[in-house]
């Protein structure tokens, strides 16, 4: 899934955009390639982007009229909803985008470009629907492939969905290219995917061909630098989603993982059974048996804990979290995008021997 | 997936009959509703299916020719090889039988009833493909459901693939209904639905969706039976399979486990990197990380171990086999296939209060 010159996107969020559910609109914004013109969602009109996130200066509009006359060439879907499904009332604003010619580039698990209204209508104005999620057509399982000799991969994981595991991924990498070293990021999710250029949404991929899909990204990973960075996805306790997640542990056999994690939350966000929680695990024990479970097929240690620090405003308090969880958890620790991914990344290339 | 009436089926295992390779002729053969008039496979022509499985009195034959005097309504294809694929040299074995007007049933990942060449030729021939390892359209994550009241849940799980996971369930199934019980099985993989008349291979499901058609179809379990006996896949330590068994395993959230085990087996049958082998885990250890894995979303201990002592001929070595692996785990353990299943039954059930 190669991508050419940069766009300029309109992203659609309506009545969604915060951190957790337009995460896909957040990481486009913060680390994506592209122009961002306007984002569209009428429940923060008349708002800017920088309020939220400092340095984008980028409107929010009411309409996709608004966006138009700040020549944006494409419309983004910016969420990704449990079950990726198009929200309906957002078809209309779909239609319309179409209409006027711009592409629509989506990670819906929903394929825009099969949608019997949409795609004839992309047909008829010249536009191009692009599907991120949609998986290669390659079917094999995992063979148990051997790491190519001085590389060195890493395996985001964490303690919820949504807690930060891609940007993690992406300043460590950042911080990689500053110290001169050759590093790829592999993208397993949408969002990664639209940001990076390559790769695939490992959700999506059938499940018996889901760690030979990770193992063969790992290899084109290596392929495109010494320092392999893994996006994760979901996490080990997650009721609907921890087979993902072990399929990326056992496909990928990481020489380490990074512990992402954000305190203060208490439960991860599933509440479909009226009174039913699932608490967020104690990081120790869940630390152990990453390890523990890792190790059924390749041995793998938990070399560094990437904390997100969002929901203390304080800098003193979030630097005294980082320090507090260092010495619970005996490792590395820091919020690397809010003090900067130098000081865990040294930390990690020590700890694996780069 | 409903089946009507009974079948005659010729069971196509080309060079391939041995109960690891052609698993779905020998669980058909055992197990299932139809009547099996030949096995067609040139490597055994001449003998008869009695002499690998007692009491199944079916002649081998070499060619469809032999095998449609007999006359049989379908051709099952019974073998499920790694990946799924359709070995090519059966293509026109299998294009003679759509000919002769056969209905052809196929567990394969590559849907016979896409086939440019297979599809048309059955059209033509009035006869019906059916892939049992087609999807359902339901696209649901899961969403935590709770067991009904008076339910209680068991899934197989194992130390390899094909150790004897389904067979263990369905005898286990039968000690239940002959003590009078309800009780249902959860077919998960496509030899299990063949016998069965319904369920899902969940390893052709999409990755994201695993956990919540697990969570479905144990629903429908609950409907069908007061116990309800889950099909396990592949196996926690698997370099291709684990996040298929993790599905099973947080989606099921069963209330016990029963551990199959092949005594005197040493390496997983995954040999694809010369020289790199994936040892059979050791029993106690890996029966304590299957619980401390399940308990990340719902406690359940492993209740039994179900011993397949095929690779031990004498009756006594066996039995000291299942003593020994008693002592060791501290489980009720046994061959449910060679010393019957009720013994076992009426500890798992004591086990978990029923």
Redesign the interface.
């Known amino acids: 899934m190669g991508r050419t010159a940069p766009r300029r996107l309109v992203i659609l969020t309506e009545g969604q955009w915060s951190p957790h559910s337009a995460k896909t609109a957040h990481g486009m914004i913060r680390y994506g390639p592209d122009t961002v013109v306007a984002v569209l969602d009428s429940s923060q009109a008349g708002r800017n982007v920088a309020e939220d996130l400092p340095g984008h200066d980028i409107p929010f509009v009411a309409t996709l009229a608004e966006a138009l006359p700040l020549g944006p060439d494409a419309l983004l879907i910016g969420i990704a909803p449990?079950?990726?499904r198009l929200p309906d009332q957002w078809r209309a604003t779909i239609l319309a985008a179409l209409g006027a010619g711009l592409d629509v580039l989506s990670g819906l698990?929903t394929f825009l470009g099969d949608d019997p209204e949409l795609a004839p209508m992309a047909t008829a104005s010249g536009a191009t629907i692009v599907d991120f999620r949609r998986p290669p057509e390659r079917?094999?399982?995992?063979?148990?492939?051997?790491h190519g000799p001085g590389k060195r991969v890493i395996l985001a994981v964490g303690t919820d969905c949504a807690v930060g595991k891609k940007t993690v991924c992406l300043e460590l990498r950042r911080a990689a290219r500053r110290a001169g070293q050759s590093a790829a990021f592999v993208a397993t999710g949408q969002t990664g995917i639209m940001i990076e250029g390559w790769g695939v949404a490992?959700?999506?991929?059938?499940?018996?061909f889901?760690?030979?899909t990770v193992e063969w990204m790992v290899e084109e990973g290596e392929r495109r630098g010494d320092w392999v960075l893994v996006e994760g996805q979901g996490s080990?306790?997650?009721?609907?989603?921890?087979?993902?997640t072990?399929?990326l542990i056992?496909?990928a056999t990481p020489h380490g993982m990074v512990m992402v994690h954000m305190p203060g939350l208490t439960d991860h966000d599933?509440d479909?059974?009226p009174g039913?929680r699932?608490p967020i695990?104690p990081l120790v024990p869940f630390i152990r048996?990453h390890e523990?479970?890792a190790a059924?097929?390749a041995p793998a240690k938990v070399v560094a804990v990437a904390l997100n620090t969002r929901l203390y405003p304080d800098d003193a308090d979030a630097r005294r979290l980082c320090g507090q969880i260092e010495a619970e958890t005996g490792l590395p620790t820091d919020d690397v995008v809010r003090f900067g991914p130098d000081r865990l990344w040294a930390a990690i290339t020590t700890a694996l021997g780069g």
Chains 1, 2 share one sequence.
């Open positions: 449990t079950g990726g698990h079917l094999e399982t995992a063979v148990g492939r051997l490992v959700d999506r991929v059938i499940s018996d889901l760690q030979g080990l306790d997650h009721p609907a989603y921890s087979s993902v072990l399929g056992h496909g599933f479909h059974v039913r699932f695990p048996i523990e479970i059924l097929v």
